[in-house]
């Protein structure tokens, strides 16, 4: 209490003096109009008892009756004995009930504590990054991408701050742990103090008009900062980068490339998902290859062709492998090798059978439209299920066929043919409904490659169960773009929260074979190589002597990762 004046000296003299003193003095007014009914009361009840009663009370009495009455209190030691002292009485009491049960408390409420409280929260919020910070990101919003993006920061220890303009909605953020600053997106004000001059880089993460006018305020403040923008409609491609967004990212446009090239679609091949060290990392599909049912020691693509496997994704899992690991039908091999050694195994998946019935791409918005682009530029057949007919319009000048119709009808999966069909990619923004159509193409044709989006990462596990084989995700895809462009590379999507990390050994492991270090049964990490001197080695057995001044290339989550470091004493790199 003794902070009480202060406070509200502070509350009307500050970011809302304007608004407070307003409603200041509006409730001002409502308490002196009350106070008005009262002294009106109080004469009344000495007019009354003087000339209708025949009674003779003092002021103060008549100034206590009116108070007791009218706050319900009702002491029954001075009443009226007349029919008119008792309608006086009855107006009085619902004068009260009113004016001080229900409006008072209520005007209280809305006029000042509810501000007042607001603006506690608003000068509780963080308002500026500190003023020695420098290489951290600044994060336009909290959205579907920023909490996976702000692990992955936090992660690799590189700084990092969301701007929230709810004061509120930022006091809740910063309780919880997240380095934010309450602030306006488009006020130049905001960024001064972010000094995001020496920021690494900012994210427009809102929609398109508002992104836009995010990059000209950044540009004002700090002219050579990168600035990664979002991009929801292909037509703002060209509007963000003329306003000066060093880099412009189609999410959705990208997430249907990614998708659709993880199906099935002609020849068998391997697709590269990035590069190491002048090595290729790359998946291919074993359905229709002939590779279901052996062991990898069999395949012998190791000693034929320099090949590698480093993991095997089943349904949804990435899994370490052993020369003695059976591939089924629905594995996805993750192989290393020089590219001349990735073109030898597509020359080998060449000879294999192909289904050459048309993909199915269920979906026609921006996602499905880039992945049936993407498919037509392979010269392999694509039929788009959709069931809004000004969609299918444009829609037929880029598929090879397009059927009209709800997804969930049999009849209409059909007609798309589901049965014949190589793979089929779900596209919708709907995850209960990919889930189903999961469910749904799987019992049609038990045999088909499904590929999916999905929006909310809970909903991953039920869809691979549901029969998925690979699923992606809009707001990993984000955070893998965005990070790729704060180290300087290029991402390297193996799937949803795996990634490949080059770690350093630590001293707790130096001498030791790899076997005798337990990585992979402590913490879940695979081990696919050890880098020496520049020297990359793909093929690390079990007896490889770990060295300290090396470093494991492991795939993994980054849960796992932070496991690794506790268990190890690896420090973040």
């Given at each position: 209490m003794k902070y009480l004046p202060a406070q509200l000296a502070t509350w009307l003299g500050g970011d809302v003096g304007a608004e407070g003193r307003q409603n200041v003095a509006t409730l001002v007014r409502y308490v002196a109009f009350v106070i008005a009914v009262i002294l009106l009361f109080t004469v009344l009840f000495h007019v009354l008892m003087l000339h209708v009663e025949g009674q003779d009370h003092s002021w103060i009495t008549g100034f206590y009756w009116t108070l007791t009455v009218m706050t319900t209190l009702g002491f029954g030691d001075i009443t009226f004995h007349t029919d008119v002292g008792r309608i006086f009485s009855i107006v009085v009491l619902l004068s009260g009930v009113v004016l001080l049960l229900i409006v008072l408390p209520f005007a209280f409420i809305r006029l000042f504590y509810a501000p007042w409280m607001e603006a506690r929260l608003r000068q509780r919020a963080p308002r500026a990054a500190p003023n020695d910070v420098s290489?951290?990101?600044?994060?336009?919003?909290?959205?579907?991408?920023?909490?996976?993006?702000?692990?992955?920061?936090?992660?690799?220890?590189?700084?990092?701050?969301?701007?929230?303009?709810?004061?509120?909605?930022?006091?809740?953020?910063?309780?919880?742990?997240?380095?934010?600053?309450?602030?306006?997106?488009?006020?130049?004000?905001?960024?001064?103090?972010?000094?995001?001059?020496?920021?690494?880089?900012?994210?427009?993460?809102?929609?398109?008009?508002?992104?836009?006018?995010?990059?000209?305020?950044?540009?004002?403040?700090?002219?050579?900062?990168?600035?990664?923008?979002i991009v929801e409609s292909a037509d703002a491609l060209d509007v963000l980068a003329l306003a000066g967004a060093s880099h412009v990212l189609p999410l959705k446009q990208r997430l249907g490339h990614m998708l659709a090239h993880r199906i099935n679609a002609g020849h068998a091949r391997a697709y590269v998902l990035g590069e190491l060290h002048g090595l290729e990392v790359a998946e291919f599909s074993v359905h229709a290859t002939g590779f279901a049912g052996k062991r990898l020691r069999d395949l012998s693509l190791r000693e034929g062709i320099g090949i590698n496997f480093v993991a095997v994704w089943e349904r949804g899992r990435l899994k370490p492998v052993t020369p003695d690991t059976v591939l089924s039908d629905a594995s996805v091999p993750v192989v290393v090798g020089t590219p001349a050694q990735i073109r030898a195994l597509d020359e080998l998946l060449l000879i294999y059978d192909t289904n050459y019935n048309a993909a199915l791409v269920i979906g026609g918005g921006q996602v499905g439209l880039a992945a049936v682009t993407t498919i037509r530029a392979r010269d392999f057949p694509v039929t788009l299920v959709e069931r809004e007919s000004d969609v299918c319009t444009p829609a037929r000048a880029l598929a090879t066929r397009v059927v009209q119709g709800d997804a969930a009808d049999r009849a209409v999966l059909g007609e798309a043919?589901?049965?014949?069909?190589?793979?089929?990619?779900?596209?919708?923004?709907?995850?209960?409904?990919?889930?189903?159509?999961?469910?749904?193409?799987?019992?049609?044709?038990?045999?088909?490659?499904?590929?999916?989006?999905?929006?909310?990462?809970?909903?991953?596990?039920?869809?691979?169960?549901?029969?998925?084989?690979?699923?992606?995700?809009?707001?990993?895809?984000?955070?893998?773009q965005i990070f790729a462009i704060v180290r300087g590379g290029t991402p390297m999507l193996l799937g949803e929260h795996v990634e490949l990390f080059v770690e350093p050994v630590p001293g707790s492991l130096d001498g030791r074979t790899l076997g005798e270090s337990g990585v992979g049964d402590a913490t879940g990490l695979n081990v696919i190589a050890i880098e020496r001197g520049g020297h990359i080695d793909t093929r690390p057995s079990a007896k490889t002597r770990l060295e300290k001044g090396s470093s494991l290339v492991v795939v993994g989550s980054g849960t796992q990762l932070e496991e690794f470091r506790r268990r190890f004493g690896a420090s973040r790199t």
């Open positions: 290489g951290h990101v600044v994060i336009c919003a909290w959205d579907a991408i920023a909490p996976g993006l702000v692990a992955k920061l936090k992660l690799h220890g590189i700084p990092y701050f969301v701007i929230e303009p709810d004061p509120a909605e930022a006091t809740r953020l910063d309780a919880d742990g997240i380095s934010v600053v309450n602030g306006e997106v488009d006020a130049s004000e905001t960024y001064v103090r972010l000094q995001v001059q020496r920021a690494l880089l900012v994210v427009a993460n809102r929609e398109d008009t508002t992104n836009t006018n995010i990059v000209l305020t950044v540009r004002e403040v700090a002219p050579d900062v990168p600035i990664a923008a043919g589901v049965t014949e069909a190589p793979a089929v990619l779900l596209t919708t923004n709907d995850d209960a409904m990919n889930i189903y159509l999961a469910v749904y193409c799987r019992r049609l044709n038990p045999h088909l490659r499904i590929v999916s989006r999905i929006t909310h990462e809970r909903n991953i596990e039920a869809i691979h169960r549901a029969g998925a084989d690979f699923v992606l995700s809009y707001a990993w895809l984000g955070v893998e």
